[in-house]
């Protein structure tokens, strides 16, 4: 890649997503579709975090590639101890592929997703 954050040394690859479905600009199950097409990206796995509890969200996220798909709790406490335990297993306790793929090739800043 090029642009302020090519340098993966610096810059390194997350080593889990978060994923809303509701976002502003793009849905998030079309940028799930993107990611698990780039090379250097579709081994991290990506937890689906939203309100939706609809049926077809829960099953077009695990078609196509979600690790995990969680409905967010209303209260903050609940949120915050979602999300410790999302660190617990997927940060700790969770094995996950090493990276394949050259980190270099995703698409930069800017150009579209799609």
């Known amino acids: 890649g090029s642009g ?3 340098a993966r040394g610096r810059f390194p690859l997350p080593s889990l997503i978060l994923l809303d479905l509701k976002l502003p ?3 998030g199950l079309a940028i799930l579709q993107w990611l698990r097409q780039q090379t250097a990206l579709k081994h991290i796995p990506v937890i689906v975090l939203t ?3 609809e ?3 829960v099953s077009r996220a695990y078609d196509l590639g979600a690790n995990s798909y969680l409905v967010k709790p209303v209260g903050f406490e609940g949120l915050l101890e979602l999300v410790k335990s999302i660190g617990m297993y ?3 306790l969770n094995k ?3 990276p394949t ?3 270099s090739m995703i698409p930069p800043a800017g150009r579209p997703l799609l």
């Open 4 to 6: 302020d954050f090519a």
């Open 25 to 27: 600009r793009k849905s």
């Open 51 to 53: 309100s939706s509890k």
């Open 55 to 57: 049926s077809s969200d």
């Open 90 to 92: 997927w940060m700790i």
């Open 96 to 98: 996950t592929p090493e």
């Open 101 to 103: 793929g050259n980190p």
